[in-house]
């Protein structure tokens, strides 16, 4: 009975090493279809990049906003994108319904500024016309349009220490 046990021990043995054993075509197969698997995965990578770049350079930005149902530009024309000596771009931040909708780039505006909260200060006209380079449209978090102008900087302690401003369009822009 040992040597039967020993032959059927042995035997198991002997086909354990023979399964442990590799076959060298079994082998080059799994390395073919392992290179093949990498070579798809860098392919889709790849190509998963140029989409992605391809979208990003043809997207087109939207340069507009709708204010009281109005369609605004809202990128700043090359040509007023520069400023001169003692100028600054001043952003507005006007209350719905104290500009006019259809107030736009390019577009000169007059700015009334009021008394600030704690009362100081007086209702007056700022006397420069003041040329509107950006609008942000008011959306579900602010209520405020924001309207960017060039402006004199000495302009602006008496529009950082006024109240609510109000809008007026002078003159209608090139566009």
Do not use: W
Not at 71 to 89: K, V
Request: hydrophobic share 45%; net charge negative; proline share 6%.
């Amino acid at each position: 009975m040992d040597s039967v046990t020993r032959s059927s021990a042995s035997a198991g043995f002997d086909r354990l090493a023979a399964l442990r054993e590799p076959v060298g075509g079994h082998r080059e197969r799994e390395s073919k279809k392992f290179r093949f698997e990498v070579l798809i995965g860098i392919i889709c990578i790849v190509a998963g990049m140029a989409l992605v770049l391809g979208f990003v350079i043809l997207q087109s930005p939207d340069d507009s906003a709708q204010v009281n149902g109005v369609t605004l530009e809202t990128t700043i024309p090359p040509n007023e994108s520069t400023l001169l000596a003692g100028e600054a771009f001043v952003a507005l931040a006007v209350d719905q319904g104290k500009f006019p909708p259809d107030v736009s780039i390019g577009d000169f505006i007059k700015v009334v500024v009021t008394p600030g909260v704690d009362g100081s200060g007086e209702t007056k006209m700022i006397p420069q016309d003041l040329l509107v380079t950006h609008v942000a449209a008011s959306n579900e978090m602010t209520a405020q349009t924001i309207f960017t102008v060039r402006a004199p900087q000495s302009l602006l302690p008496t529009i950082a220490e006024s109240g609510p401003l109000h809008i007026a369009r002078v003159q209608v822009g090139a566009s």
